[in-house]
């Protein structure tokens, strides 16, 4: 099963109705489960996701279920060395406004040799190390 990193930004439009993205989120969503692609996450995006929906129970709910029983989803631990290599890749691209949790991601795809990302952050195109699942 190929997989494809699941960012926080891409998570919320597909389960926020209200999100300029939403629509699109779907149809890709839809194109990955017919594709059986595997969806891989962090705990950071989780956490990014999830207060996201903080005053919506019932969304938070869901992004738990999603997180622990949707067997399309695969949630992926991080390092100390994964969270140490990422410090540095900030120091590095100190002219970009990456997140700690966006370098994170790019750590973590580069480890698991993850090239595709379901995302709508400008970000990992920006990285140009990944490409974007559309």
Known sequence: MTEVFLDASFWIA??????PWHGRALEVAGKLLRQRRQ???TSLVLAE???YFSRSLLTRLQILDDAERNPTL???PVSRADE???VSLLRHHRDKNYSFCDVVSFVMM???????????DHHFRQFGE????E
């Open 14 to 19: 597909l389960r926020d109705a209200r999100e």
């Open 39 to 41: 969806l891989v996450f």
């Open 49 to 51: 996701t999830h207060a």
């Open 74 to 76: 695969r949630w992926e």
């Open 84 to 86: 140490s290599h990422a």
């Open 110 to 120: 580069r480890r698991l040799s993850i090239g595709q990302v379901a995302t709508f």
């Open 130 to 133: 990944f490409e974007v699942v």
